[in-house]
Each structure stands twice: as structure tokens, then as C-alpha cells.
């Protein structure tokens, strides 16, 4: 069972980073596909990045593209999401999430139904 930990919430004003990072255990397949998602009160969950941990893939919602970048760090099975030039309406608790990869098919899926393990969430506020 694969366990995953979310930490580096936290507050920050307009404009200012965030680096989240997903400490990862109980690793059994080679290959996952390695997500965050985010979801504001009232909204549906959102993937706002994805990792394919056979290559590095790194896929991106296109909202955000340029302003987040995920990582990985194979030796400490840990996924980061550095997070800059925030906004407001990037406040959400923000989730990793992961699935394991039989046969790559070239994506990591955006659904987070497909998503069979997750962390239990950072909050992260931004005020303007």
C-alpha cells in the first residue's frame, strides 16, 4: 500500500513561492504516474500537474503552465511542486496523488477517479 505525505503549505502573499513536496512509502511498482490536484471550496478537484516516474514526464495544466513545475527525487521517493508568481485564486488544499503504470500509454490521467492513492492535502493560502 503506498502511502503518500504532503508538506510545505502554508501562507504567502501575491506574488511569493511555494514548494510543496509528496514524501512517498510502500513503493511496489516500478512506474507511477504521479500527480497534484487542487480543489478551492466549492470547486471540483483539479490536476494541475503530472509525473511519470519512469522518464521524469511532467505534464502541466495549461492555466498554470509557467508558473508551477513538478519535480521528482528518485532517492528519497519524493514529488515536489514548486509553486511561483502566486495568485489569490490559487488558494486550495492541494492534494499528490499516484497510480501505478503497467504499460505506459505517453499521458498521466487528469481524472482524479483513475488516482488509487493519495495524501491527505496541504492547505495553501495566498493573500492579495
Known amino acids: 500500500q503506498v502511502q503518500l505525505m504532503e508538506s510545505g503549505g502554508g501562507s504567502v502573499q501575491a506574488g511569493g513561492s511555494l514548494r510543496l513536496s509528496c514524501a512517498a512509502s510502500?513503493?511496489?511498482?516500478?512506474?507511477?504516474?504521479m500527480a497534484w490536484f487542487r480543489q478551492a471550496p466549492g470547486k471540483k478537484r483539479e490536476r494541475i500537474a503530472g509525473?511519470?516516474?519512469?522518464?521524469?514526464?511532467?505534464f502541466y495544466a495549461g492555466s498554470l503552465k509557467g508558473r508551477i513545475t513538478t519535480s521528482q527525487d528518485n532517492a528519497k521517493n519524493t514529488l515536489y511542486l514548486q509553486m511561483d508568481s502566486l495568485k489569490a485564486e490559487d488558494t486550495a488544499m492541494y492534494f499528490c496523488a499516484a497510480t501505478p503504470v503497467l504499460v505506459w500509454g505517453g499521458v498521466c490521467p487528469e481524472d482524479p477517479s483513475t488516482y488509487d492513492f493519495w495524501g491527505q492535502g496541504a492547505q495553501v493560502t495566498v493573500s492579495s
Open positions: 509525473l511519470y516516474t519512469g522518464d521524469g514526464s511532467a
Open positions: 510502500g513503493i511496489l511498482h516500478r512506474t507511477y504516474c
